[in-house]
């Protein structure tokens, strides 16, 4: 069988044919760079699609980095256990020297460090395969796919995870083992799933894609700063995973079924067939012997992005939070792969006409999302105002307890002290409260025994999965406040259960301003009356 003939750029360091010293490639890399620009500038406008938004859930990152900052440690409210309620510590400490210094806005902070991080991530894998144009193809299409920028501007550690798993695809295309240990620890630290990236430098050893010879300094480079770090976490938290791990539920095996809407998510039918087709089209290269070292290499990270994906349980946030390492690597890979088998001409032709075809489906799809996004860190954190005007109307205490699953923007005001119903900062609701169908018991008993808050507002999900109502202890301590059947529970299962706020039946207040009532009714959708 013929041997694949080069491709102009296909060579990358040590391959390289002509020799260039280490100051002529410093010299020539930020020319080079420029059309990086390209790239970078679609993803900037795309992302203003969706404003000032920031998801709820990043502002618990915000209140452990202000913390750390402030010396009270890690805590996610004063007075509290130490638990680890993040699941990217990388990204809090990132976040953390921006509040020491006060010089951190919860939307204009963390969205230009993630266009900085997101600048370098394609810098860097645009350098890594020697400046092709199918990779520039397949940054501009990562950067209009509406996933990859909605989580990549949602205050959460996506663009940082995109950070490490780039550099560690650039220590591996080099073969530099060192530098993809430290990389593999990083995305470790990231996020509790990136262990599964630890695998990565092996794999490509057992398949003849990086030196064997590196191993020692890979696995080296990797144990240190990651054995540091569970040693830390341990002695700091007294657990080996974060409470996160146990808030969010466990894996089950039709968890594979979500690569078909991640498929769909791609461009309709169209993305779903390329997905499915992607084993059959390397297949084909692979007998064609047109599977060179760096195409091997990308295969390898888009198998451990997707495998990461499938095995990580089902997300309340829409539009794939955890595929987007995933997302860049498909991109590059399916570019990569068009590039070696129809050629570098016909290749250009295909390339312009998906990016046509992208546009609108990508556009539509982003138009649709930033019109009713995820529940955002402005939202609840108007919701806590509104609350805590509330329970100052009530008489409640300065730092009244509230249980509550939305815990980001009532956490960052700070005003009130949060039970949090989603468990990631409560260790025992973590363990208690349990999947829908499980028994509530113990859950329960904690609630209204042990913690007993002063405020209880609930909605969504939450109504049924906490299921309050059940409890005769509710009715007797609890009064309501604004409550109405619940616009989800009816909705998605023609179910009515309520939804609202309640009070300590001995701090209601006897009247509530209209303003503080209207606000109050804004925190709850309600059903159509029946």
């Known amino acids: 069988m013929e041997a694949a003939k080069p491709i102009a750029g296909d060579n990358l360091a040590k391959e390289t044919t002509v020799p260039v010293t280490r100051s002529q490639a410093i010299a020539r890399a930020p020319r080079r760079l420029w059309p990086v620009l390209i790239p970078l500038g679609v993803f900037v406008v795309h992302a203003l699609l969706f404003g000032p938004?920031?998801?709820?859930?990043?502002?618990?990152?915000?209140?452990?980095?202000?913390?750390?900052?402030?010396?009270?440690?890690?805590?996610?409210?004063?007075?509290?256990?130490?638990?680890?309620?993040?699941?990217?510590?990388?990204?809090?400490?990132?976040?953390?020297?921006?509040?020491?210094?006060?010089?951190?806005?919860?939307?204009?902070?963390?969205?230009?460090?993630?266009?900085?991080?997101?600048?370098?991530?394609?810098?860097?894998?645009?350098?890594?395969?020697?400046?092709?144009?199918?990779?520039?193809?397949?940054?501009?299409?990562?950067?209009?796919?509406?996933?990859?920028?909605?989580?990549?501007?949602?205050?959460?550690?996506?663009?940082?995870n995109a950070f490490f798993a780039a550099l560690l695809l650039l220590a591996a295309l080099k073969d530099r083992p060192a530098l993809a240990g430290l990389a593999a620890a990083l995305l470790a630290m990231t996020r509790p799933d990136g262990l599964a990236y630890a695998l990565v430098f092996p794999a490509l050893i057992v398949i003849g894609a990086v030196s064997r010879r590196g191993l020692r300094a890979y696995l080296l480079a990797f144990s240190v700063p990651f054995?540091?770090?569970?040693?830390?976490?341990?002695?700091?938290?007294?657990?080996?995973?974060?409470?996160?791990?146990?808030?969010?539920?466990?894996?089950?095996?039709?968890?594979?079924?979500?690569?078909?809407?991640?498929?769909?998510?791609?461009?309709?039918?169209?993305?779903?067939?390329?997905?499915?087709?992607?084993?059959?089209?390397?297949g084909l290269a692979f007998l064609r012997r047109q599977l060179d070292r760096p195409m091997m290499i990308v295969l390898v990270f888009v198998a451990c992005g997707l495998a990461i994906f499938v095995l990580l349980p089902l997300d309340w946030m829409r539009e794939f939070r955890f595929a987007t390492n995933a997302t860049l690597f498909l991109h590059l890979c399916l570019a990569l792969l068009v590039e070696r088998i129809a050629g570098p001409r016909v290749g250009r032709v295909l390339a312009l006409i998906v990016l046509l075809l992208a546009v609108p489906f990508?556009?539509?799809?982003?138009?649709?999302?930033?019109?009713?996004?995820?529940?955002?860190?402005?939202?609840?954190?108007?919701?806590?105002?509104?609350?805590?005007?509330?329970?100052?109307?009530a008489g409640l205490p300065n730092n009244a307890s509230l249980l509550a699953a939305d815990a980001g923007g009532i956490l960052y005001d700070a005003r009130l002290h949060l039970i949090d119903l989603a468990g990631l900062i409560d260790p025992v609701i973590a363990r208690t409260l349990p999947d829908p169908d499980g028994e509530r018991d113990a859950f329960h008993e904690y609630i209204f025994e042990v913690t007993q808050p002063d405020l209880i507002l609930i909605h969504g999900f939450w109504v049924y999965r906490a299921a309050l109502y059940n409890d005769p202890r509710f009715h007797e301590a609890y009064q309501p406040v604004v409550v109405c059947d619940d616009a989800y529970m009816w909705n998605t299962h023609s179910v009515r259960l309520p939804a609202g706020l309640w009070v300590r039946a001995d701090a209601a207040a006897r009247t509530v301003p209209d303003d503080v009532l209207n606000r109050l009714w804004g925190l709850i959708g309600c059903a159509p009356e029946p």
């Open 362 to 393: 990508y556009a539509a799809r982003s138009i649709s999302l930033a019109t009713a996004p995820d529940i955002s860190f402005q939202l609840v954190l108007a919701g806590s105002d509104a609350i805590s005007a509330y329970a100052h109307v």
């Open 227 to 282: 054995a540091l770090f569970l040693g830390f976490r341990y002695a700091t938290f007294g657990a080996w995973l974060p409470n996160t791990a146990s808030a969010k539920g466990t894996i089950t095996l039709d968890e594979v079924l979500k690569l078909i809407p991640l498929g769909l998510s791609y461009g309709g039918i169209f993305g779903l067939v390329l997905l499915a087709a992607l084993p059959l089209v390397a």
């Open 53 to 160: 938004w920031i998801i709820d859930d990043a502002a618990i990152s915000y209140v452990y980095a202000r913390n750390l900052a402030a010396g009270h440690g890690f805590i996610a409210q004063l007075g509290d256990a130490l638990v680890e309620g993040y699941s990217n510590f990388t990204w809090v400490m990132l976040l953390t020297p921006f509040f020491a210094l006060h010089f951190f806005d919860p939307v204009i902070t963390a969205k230009l460090l993630s266009v900085g991080l997101i600048a370098l991530t394609f810098g860097m894998i645009y350098h890594a395969f020697g400046y092709r144009r199918s990779v520039l193809v397949a940054l501009v299409l990562a950067a209009l796919n509406t996933s990859f920028v909605m989580w990549g501007v949602s205050g959460l550690e996506n663009p940082l």
